[in-house]
């Protein structure tokens, strides 16, 4: 699962349809690599002002949107061409919804061992295995027996 905490400003993803743009372009960097669609999740955490310092100052002067990833389902290989490549591929998620509208932003990335993560009491099926296709396909956890 990827899990993306978004801390952001008061004067940010303020509706329902600016919340759905940023997820649903995330949602796409990870299906576009076989994950299924519910395994991305995505909190909005709204910050009060005097709630967010950078620099042991209140940031004030323009909105500032802060992203923790959690990657769990696949971890990413110790390659700097990776780590490029995904970094780029977030830049591109946030880009209309945070750098294009003259935002402050930054994100960070840590990853989980995929042995200590479960979907409704299930361990999730092998990245890419069959039963992790039927998982897409449904767009939702489906048990299967042990050992699969």
Known sequence: MPLWLIFHTEDTFQDVPSKRA???????????IGL????????????ATGDQWIGGE?????????????????????EDAVYDRTARAIDK????????????WEFHIDETDRRLWKVNG???PAWKSE???IWFKEN????????E
């Open 122 to 124: 299930l361990i999730p």
């Open 93 to 104: 998620a946030l880009k209309p919804h945070v750098a294009d509208k003259g935002y402050d």
């Open 58 to 78: 209140i940031k004030s002067d323009k909105p500032f949107v802060r992203v923790a990833i959690e990657h769990i389902a696949v971890n990413l290989p110790n």
């Open 22 to 32: 940023v997820t649903q372009d995330i949602t796409k960097i990870y299906t576009s």
């Open 131 to 133: 039963q992790e296709k």
């Open 140 to 147: 939702r956890p489906v048990p299967y027996p042990e050992g």
């Open 36 to 47: 299924p669609p519910f395994y991305v999740v995505v909190n909005f955490i709204k910050m």
